[in-house]
């Protein structure tokens, strides 16, 4: 028996039941929108492949198989198909030659069925792996040309926030010299005005005291996105020395005193147990402390700010910032230290002269100086925020 002609004989019907089959099966989604004809692909070369391997009287042809295998799996991985999908096909291929030809089979000896049998799942075992050889390379290189894309595209967005946030920062200084001054003279004016002006007509010194606290509160938005940026940058050197922590929280409580004392609050202060010394960098620390405190006062308006510095053991000292404020929302506590995010409460939607930025800034020091921030807070109660420092900073 030529079983290899009978297969040739039947070799349109299969194909033509094959690609039916696989418009059918429902786990091949990627053929649904294909014409016949792209659903074929190179099929068809495969079965003429292995016609010739099952023939007894012809060479058999295995380059072909590998060539049309190998076509076949470059094109399914540009049609986008899945693995299991490539496999299934397959699979209906198998099942197909199998309907068409059982009658005929039948008619052969044991042996010759046998033999039949072992070929053409051989083929098709041999088209599967070099199928899926393409495919997978073919996967690869898209995974390559999509990871360079990506590089150039990285590359690029960086540059362009570097670019933005160098133009940025020169902005921020060309506004700070006119603000400065604007600044100075309200201030001087304001002065004369209150000399001058009697106290029953005070309505210029409103308006003057109006410029002069929006301009300050400018002129701080601009130091904190100044800072912010600096940090991002990585242009922050710690200049590491020696620090007296006591004398550092006495400067920042006398700096904030008028502030607290404008909505009648009270600064406590505990260093019984804080270090005497530490070695860090005290004009970032400083600025810690003052942001914490600060803050504090800005959203506390009845009771008493306390700050509590002590050694932790033999590594670490920390400090301690609370307050008797409007508190923190739980789903806030996350992003309290996001730049811009600003807390709002019931009794108000957010402190006015807030820039969103001082515990931004206040997180990426303390990172800085190699400390860690924790937070505890409750609304309608306070906050309290606690770093935790090495008493020596490592460069």
Not at 94 to 121: H, S
Not at 174 to 191: N, Q, V, W
Request: proline share 3%; glycine share 4%; net charge negative.
């Amino acid at each position: 028996m030529e079983f290899s002609q009978v297969l040739a004989d039947n070799s349109n019907t299969i194909i033509t039941k094959w690609v039916a089959a696989v418009r059918e099966d429902r786990q091949i989604e990627s053929a649904d929108d294909l014409s016949y004809t792209a659903i074929k692909n190179h099929i068809p070369d495969v079965f003429q492949a292995m016609v010739t391997v099952l023939s007894q009287s012809q060479e058999s042809d295995i380059k072909s198989i590998v060539t049309a295998s190998w076509k076949h799996g470059l094109l399914r991985a540009e049609q986008g198909f899945d693995p299991s999908e490539i496999a299934r096909e397959y699979r209906l291929l198998r099942k197909v030659i199998f309907d068409a030809v059982e009658t005929d089979l039948l008619q052969a000896t044991p042996a010759e069925i046998v033999r039949y049998m072992r070929l053409i799942d051989a083929v098709i075992d041999e088209a599967i792996a070099r199928c899926f050889h393409s495919y997978v390379g073919e996967r690869l290189r898209e995974l390559e040309h999509l990871q360079a894309s990506l590089r150039l595209h990285n590359d690029e967005l960086t540059r362009l926030v570097s670019t933005n946030e160098d133009k940025l920062s020169q902005l921020a200084h060309e506004l700070k010299h006119p603000l400065t001054a604007i600044i100075g003279y309200s201030d001087l004016f304001l002065r004369q005005q209150r000399r001058t002006i009697p106290k029953d007509n005070p309505v210029n010194i409103e308006h003057i005291e109006r410029v002069l606290r929006n301009g300050r509160h400018l002129l701080r938005l601009i130091n904190n996105v100044l800072e912010l940026s600096r940090y991002e940058a990585g242009k922050i050197q710690l200049q590491v020395a020696p620090t007296n922590t006591r004398e550092l929280i006495h400067n920042v409580c006398e700096m904030l005193e008028p502030l607290a004392s404008e909505k009648n609050l009270s600064i406590l202060v505990d260093w019984q147990r804080a270090p005497n010394e530490v070695t860090t960098d005290g004009f970032q620390l400083q600025q810690i402390v003052t942001n914490l405190v600060s803050n504090a006062i800005r959203y506390t308006e009845t009771g008493t700010i306390s700050i509590v510095c002590e050694v932790v053991d033999s590594e670490k000292w920390a400090i301690a910032v609370s307050d008797t404020g409007i508190g923190i929302a739980e789903k806030d506590q996350t992003k309290i230290f996001e730049p811009y995010f600003r807390v709002t409460s019931q009794s108000r939607p957010y402190a006015p002269d807030s820039t969103g930025l001082g515990l931004a800034i206040v997180v990426r020091l303390v990172k800085l100086l190699q400390g860690e921030i924790s937070l505890v807070s409750q609304e309608g109660v306070g906050s309290t925020f606690t770093v935790t420092f090495p008493l020596t900073v490592e460069v």
